[in-house]
Structures are given as C-alpha cells and as structure tokens.
C-alpha cells in the first residue's frame, strides 16, 4: 500500500511539477540586458582608470594617449612618429602593464632577420635526449608588441610583421601559430635620421590605424617630465584592465550606432583623397599623389565608434570622423611635388579635403 | 570627455518605461522630437498666415489705389475679392515650399541644438531596439528637455513680418485715398416735342449770317431783302416754343432768301452798259430789258410774247401759216441768240482768254461757210442774258466798261454766293436739307448739259451740218428750202422750259398763256414734220 501511495506521490509529484514562472522567463532579457547596461557603465570607468594610469608615467600627450587608447579598443595598430625622446617607447611600454598585456619590444635595426621578429624552428634535444624540432616563438608573441624604429629593419623583417599584424597569426613553414588575442603593434618611427631607413611599404603601412605624431612637449610638460624623472626613471603605472576587458570593451563599441549619412560621409571623406575619381575634392586633384585604401574608410567607422562611446554617445558623429581623419588618412596618401612645392603637409590637405567634403543630408 | 550618466540608469526604469515597446510615435514623443516638430509646424503655418495676408492686403490696397487714383467705378468688393484670390493663391505657394520631413528636422536639430547627430540617429533606428538604441534615446531625451523648443529659430521670419506690414500699409493707403467722384454726364437734351426756345448760340449764329451779308458786296437791294428777311425770322425765332414749327421758319424762309438770290442773277449793269451805246440793236435790247426797280433788271419776254398771246390764245388749232407767223414772232425773240448776234460776236475780236468769251464760245459752233450757230438753247438764253451784252461791249472795244460788266457779272456770282450761302447756312443750323443747285455761272455746265443731243453723223468737225446747213447744231436747222432758220422741236422743248422757268408764277405753275403758246408751236411743228415726211 505504501508503495502505492509512494508511487502515487511520485506520480503526484511528476504531475504537480509546476511550470517554469513566466515572470522568470520575462526576467531573463531584463538581466542580459542589465549586463550589457553594465558594461557600458563600466566602459568609461575603464577608460578613465586607463588615462590616469598611464599620465603617470607619461607627461602631456593626452592626444596620443585618447588616440591609442581608441585604436587599442578598436583593435588597430599604431604608427608613432616623433623626434627621439618625446616619450613614444615609454608610453608603449606603460601601456602595457596597464593593459596587463604581455609586453615585448622589438627594436628594429636594418640587421634584424624576420625570424628574429617571428620566430623559427630549432632543434633541440627533447628529455629523452632525442633531437626535435621545435618552433621558438619570437618576440612578436605577445598581446603587445613595440615595434621600435620599424623603419630601420630591412623590407623583408618589415614584411614579416605584415602578416601578424593583419591576421594576427605567423606561418613558419607549414605551421601557423596564431597569436593571442588581443594583438597591437605599436610601432615607432624616428623622422629625423632617414639615412639607413627603410621607408615602410603602403600595404604595411596600411595595417595601421592610426598615424600618431608625438611632438616635442611644451615647457611646461617638458618641466614635469625632468621633474618627475630627476625622481624617478621607473614606470609607475599599475594594472587596471586586462585583455578580456579590452576585448569587451570592442565588442561594446561596435554596437555604437552609425547613421547612414555619416557612413557615407566617412565614405566620401576616403573617395575624396583619389584624384583619379570623380568624386575628388579639388585639393585631392591638385595636392594628393595617391588616396587611401578602403581599410582607412574601416578604421575610421570602428574607431569613430570607439570614440564616441569614450565620450558618453552612443552615435558616431560627423565630428568623431573629422577629429579621426588625420591619424587614419596621413599615412595613407601621398602628396604630390605641388603640395610640397606650396609647403603644404599632409595634414593641411586632409584639412582641405575635409572642408570641401559636404554633409550628406 | 566621460558624459555618461548611467547611475539613475537601469533596465527596470527602462522597463516601465517601455523603451524596448514604443511605437515610433511614442518614441518621437519621448526624445523630444515631436515637440520640435510642433514648434516647425506652428512657424511654418506663422509664416504661411503672414505671407497670405501680406500678399492679400497688398493686391486688395494696389487695386483700391488704382480704382481710386483712376476713378474706375468699381465697387469695392471687388478689391475685396482680388485680395482674398490672391491670398489663395499664396497660402499653398508657401505652405508648400515650407514642408518639411522628419529626416530634415531631424539634421536642423543636430546642428542647431548641437546633439551631434543624435537626433537623426535616433530617428534611424525607431524599429532597432537593441541596448544602444535605447540608451541613445535616453541621452538623446535627457539632452532635449533641457532644450525649449523656442531655441529652435524662426528662419526668415522678420522678412516675413516687414511684408506683412508692408501690405499693410497698402491696405491703409488703399482705404485712405479718396475717390475721386466722377461727374455724371451732362443730362441729354429735351427731346424736340418738348417747350424749345433759340438758344443763345443760334441766335449768335444767325447774327453772323445776317452780318456777313450786310458786310457782303451783294447788290443792294437783295442785300436789304435778305438781312430783312433774316431779321424777321430772327424775331419769329424768339417767339416760337416747339422746335418743329422753328424749323418750319427757317425753311421757308431759305426758300425766299434763294429766290432773291437767284433773282439778283439779272442784268442791271448790263442794262446801263447796254444803254449806254445807242444803237437801235442796243434800244431793242434796252426795250426788252424791264427795269424793276433802280439795280433790277429783267429780260422779260413776256412783252414780245404778251403782244403774240392776244393774238394766239384763242386759237384752238393753227394753220400752217400762222404757225409760220409764229415761228416768225419766235425767231425775233430768239433774234438776240441770232445769227446776227453770233455774226457780231464773231467780229468782235474779244479776246479769247476772257473767260466769259470762251464760255460764249463755247457755246457757238461754225461751219465752213463762217455761219455760227449755239449749240443749246437753254444756254443760248443764258448768254442771251449774260452773254450777248457783253459781246456788245467787247465789240464796243470799251475796257473799262468791259470790266465793269465783268465785274458786275462776277458780282452776280457774288450774289449767288452770298445768298445762297446765307440761306444755306440757317439751314445747316437747323439740320434742314440743303438743296441741290446748278452753278448758273459755271463753265461745267456747260459740259454738263446734255441737252440729249445725240450725235449726228450729218454734222461737221465744227459741229455742223455741212454745206448748206447754216447752224452746226440739230437746235437750229437753217431750212434751205423754205431760207429759214427752223427750230427743232428739241429747241422748241428746251425753250418751253426756259420760258417755264423764266416765266413761271409763284406757285410755280406755268402761265397759261405761255404754255399755249408753245404747245401751238409745237403741234404746229409737228404737223409740218409730218407733211413734210
């Protein structure tokens, strides 16, 4: 009889399950999306957190470090071109222990081999004593990389950084080691001494971002810097996100929206800088050689994104893509002997092209 | 840089909100769109009223300003109506230009308000309800209500504005201006069968007439016939009160100023020039010619045909010998028109630029054989008036005494000219018909008169009946068989009508005495042609 009424109760039990709560279900987008909320409160937070860390080690430069900051969230690379000793090296590497980002640097001088940057395969004994091959990952293996005076190395080291930088991941023979994520290459360009340098290609310099020029300090940075150096000469910065973060902090940002006209405004910015078409600014077809690829019209949409939510919004504006014309176009247009002749840089053009391109409404 | 402002954030907030769940309305509603768009909407309509009345004022107080300044009688409604068709007209011609879309206010917001393309992003993306989605509209209302919507400017509207206030002032100016009152036209004038009086004009008018005879050189004594006259029906003007019985007047009254016109086409002068040379041709001249009074003359034949009537007005019919004894009696009144006469004109030598002596001419043919003849006999009794004496004094080779002739003769055209233009002028003043005259002095009557002479084929290049024939003209036919001049029937006709004419009584009946006379002539005439065969 007990068995029964155990039977019954269990049978009673199986039929008396009640049903999943409808509020529960109705809660389960509520709490995604307070995650997602989250995160965008968090987003700025980080930032933040970020800026401050590095002004600890790094005087001034608040452009340089909004614009890395952008490109490192929109999982670009970075050209850094200055005189030596405005802080480019220091600033990479301060960045690297805030980002909490294996760090490595490669200084690049015109005797540095490919594999030296990449890696190569190595025979070594194994524990039993037998020889094996094994493949040495190079310096290049590391979620950041200084790339230091990358224009000093050869054009075949310069090409082996290509194909890290674009696929972030290095094929030594048959093998591919794929690098982790994320992967910046911040790169740095002396101006000055073009004697023994190798200027870098267009398709490499194409796998950059941005184009940062860090210039010489005013007096008053420049008085912090020896002040703070007679101090010290160690990096301070602390840690203060890590890769993951970083990695959500690009997802989250490129859900920042972009209205169909400023698409096309970043659009026509780009199409702008080719004398060759129709669509040419007046100052493209008399001042610019050659205009940028398809990536720069890329680089501008995700970083402008990226910038935009850094600055509480939630839409790119055709401001952001103003402001981010300069870092994405400079290095990937040439001017021609007219604009040199008229002393006209590369920046004054992109200004022209940028008030000769309308709105689109 | 950092605006969020997330803390007051959550999804609950967002929840009750309904973000995820609003319409588009809604949505529009809740980032401050909408109330935008009403403020757009309400300038639109603004500038829309304005333009209207501006347009409408300005053709309603243009066409007041025309009608007034040129007194057009229109009524004012009509300018009325003009304005509010033209403010139909523009209220669509700027309503509609001034539409706008959402996508256009929404770019208008974003650079006016500074929202930095959130507005026309948010508006993008009403059907996207992901997390930036919804956060942009938050940021987006937090950003807008801070915002009135009276931030948003009303573009042009001071333009706006000073044309409506231009138009107006044309509507003022439109009202204020005074027609200016068109007269009505003068009151036509009392028709005829009402009281008529002489009108001061007319009275002045027929003054002049009577002044410009008085000061004429017409002969004296029609001068003083006519002025009286006229002064008499001046008076009876005045007196008379029905317009058709004043016209009646004036008639009657040309009519006897023509009759005294014509009658002073008589031979006055001549007859003191005829006298003046005593010839026995000159005395029978004279004796025909019957003074009247001092200046007035007639030729009157009814002497010579006064002493013939007696002897034939009791006749029934003639015999052929009396008619012979008539034609006789005839030929001696026609005697002047003559053979002798043409022979003495002939001889006379006058000189033929005279115009009078070419009209003479004119009238005279000649044979071969030096014989004259005239060619009609009505003209022949002109010349008989006029002419005849005047060939008389050419062939008195008397200047001075020509001249006077001529100069009477021409003051006799003078007369006709005076007097008839008197008594056509008080019929032109009273719209009474003028009647038609033949210009008895003319040279174009004789060209005119067409005695129905029909071309001869018997007649000479002189006009002729070749040798034989005594006058050129079937009026005269010399008869060489009986040695006599013969009048034709024709001239028997034409002559009865001058003497009809000459000799006519008032009422102007013919005499019977002269009637008898020429019809016995006549069927004399007649009977003869028929014996003859």
């Known amino acids: ?361 | 840089m950092n605006n969020f402002d997330t803390e007051n954030q959550s999804v609950n907030e967002n929840n009750k909100n309904n973000l995820m769940n609003m319409t588009e309305k809604e949505i529009k509603e809740y980032i401050g769109f909408a109330k935008f768009k009403k403020r757009l909407l309400a300038i639109r309509l603004l500038k829309t009223l304005l333009a209207t009345l501006a347009f409408a004022f300005i053709a309603c107080g243009v066409m007041l300003i025309i009608t007034k300044l040129d007194a057009w009688d229109i009524s004012p409604w009509f300018s009325l109506l003009f304005g509010f068709g033209a403010g139909a007209i523009t209220f669509p011609c700027v309503f509609l230009p001034l539409s706008f879309t959402d996508k256009k206010l929404a770019y208008r917001l974003d650079e006016e308000l500074s929202l930095k393309e959130r507005m026309h992003t948010s508006l993008q993306n009403l059907d996207n309800n992901s997390l930036m989605s919804v956060l942009l509209r938050q940021d987006l209302k937090k950003a807008t209500e801070k915002i009135k919507a009276k931030r948003i400017k009303a573009r042009g509207l001071p333009v706006y504005i000073a044309v409506a206030v231009i138009g107006l002032a044309t509507l003022i100016t439109g009202l204020a201006i005074k027609q200016e009152k068109v007269e009505p036209p003068p009151p036509p004038p009392p028709p005829q069968d009402e009281a008529w009086s002489l009108s001061m004009e007319d009275e002045l008018a027929i003054k002049e007439i009577i002044k410009a005879v008085e000061d004429s050189s017409m002969v004296s004594l029609a001068k003083e016939e006519l002025v009286g006259k006229m002064n008499e029906l001046l008076t009876a003007l005045k007196q008379e009160d029905n317009y058709e019985d004043a016209r009646n007047l004036v008639a009657d009254c040309a009519d006897e100023m023509d009759k005294i016109t014509y009658k002073t086409g008589s031979s006055g002068a001549l007859y003191d020039a005829i006298k003046a040379k005593n010839t026995p041709f000159t005395r029978e001249i004279a004796r025909m010619l019957t003074k009247t009074d001092k200046t007035k003359y007639e030729i009157k034949f009814s002497d010579a045909i006064d002493s013939l009537k007696h002897k034939y007005e009791e006749f029934e019919e003639i015999t052929p010998e009396q008619q012979k004894e008539m034609k006789e009696d005839t030929m001696l009144l026609l005697s002047f028109a003559s053979l002798d006469v043409l022979s003495a004109l002939a001889e006379s030598g006058v000189d033929s630029s005279d115009t009078l002596y070419g009209y003479l001419e004119s009238l005279i043919t000649i044979n071969k054989n030096g014989v004259y003849g005239i060619k009609t006999i009505g003209e022949k009794m002109e010349v008989f008036n006029y002419g005849w004496a005047s060939i008389q004094l050419e062939g008195l080779k008397d200047t001075t005494l020509k001249n006077n002739i001529y100069e009477e003769l021409l003051s006799q055209n003078q007369n006709y000219s005076v007097g008839y233009g008197a008594s056509d002028g008080l019929r032109e003043l009273f719209e009474i018909a003028v009647p038609q005259r033949e210009d008895m002095t003319s040279e174009d009557a004789e060209e005119d008169d067409d005695s129905g002479v029909e071309e001869d084929e018997d007649k000479n290049a002189a006009g002729g009946y070749g040798p034989g024939l005594i006058l050129g003209t079937d009026e005269l036919i010399y008869d060489k068989e009986n040695g006599q001049t013969i009048i034709t029937q024709e001239i028997y006709q034409k002559y009865k009508e001058i003497m009809n004419n000459h000799f006519a009584n008032e009422d102007g009946t013919v005499p019977e005495e002269i009637k008898k006379y020429f019809d016995l002539l006549l069927k004399g005439y007649e009977e003869g042609e028929k014996e003859n065969g």
């Open chain 1, 1 to 361: 009889m007990d068995n029964k009424i155990t039977n019954a109760k269990k049978v009673a039990t199986k039929i008396d399950t009640p049903k999943p709560d409808a509020n529960q279900e109705a809660e389960k987008p509520i709490a995604k999306a307070e995650a997602q909320l989250d995160k965008v409160k968090e987003f700025s937070t980080r930032v933040a957190k970020i800026k401050d860390e590095l002004k600890k080690d790094v005087v001034g430069q608040e452009e340089i470090i909004d614009s890395v900051i952008i490109a490192i969230v929109a999982g670009g690379n970075v050209l850094l071109e200055g005189v030596p000793g405005v802080g480019k090296t220091r600033l990479v590497r301060s960045l690297g222990r805030v980002l909490s980002l294996p760090f490595s640097r490669i200084q690049f001088t015109p005797d540095l081999m490919p594999s030296d940057v990449t890696g190569a395969n190595i025979v070594e004994k194994d524990e039993n004593g037998k020889l094996v091959t094994s493949f040495r990952k190079g310096p290049i293996f590391a979620n950041l990389v200084l790339a230091d005076e990358i224009n000093r190395a050869t054009p075949k080291t310069q090409s082996a950084m290509l194909e890290v930088m674009q696929e972030h991941k290095v094929t030594v023979g048959n093998n591919v080691h794929k690098i982790a994520e994320p992967f910046f290459v911040l790169a740095t360009e002396n101006p000055i001494e073009q004697d023994g340098t190798y200027p870098l290609p267009e398709a490499q310099m194409d796998r950059f971002v941005f184009k940062l020029i860090v210039k010489f300090p005013s007096d008053d940075e420049l008085v912090n810097i020896v002040k703070m150096t007679q101090v010290t000469l160690d990096e301070t910065a602390e840690s203060v996100i890590n890769g993951e973060e970083i990695l959500e902090m690009r997802a989250l940002a490129s859900q920042v929206l972009v209205s169909d006209e400023v698409l096309m405004y970043a659009i026509k910015l780009v199409s702008g800088t080719h004398p060759e078409l129709d669509s040419a600014c007046p100052s493209t077809k008399k001042y610019v050689k050659y205009g940028a690829s398809p990536r720069a019209a890329q680089a501008l949409i995700t970083c402008a994104k990226v910038k935009a939510l850094m600055d509480g919004r939630y839409n790119v504006s055709y401001d952001d893509i103003n402001e981010l014309a300069y870092p994405v176009l400079r290095h990937r247009m040439k001017v021609n002997f007219t604009a040199v002749n008229d002393k006209l840089s590369v920046d004054d053009v992109i200004a022209m092209i940028i008030k000769e391109t309308k709105k689109v409404h």
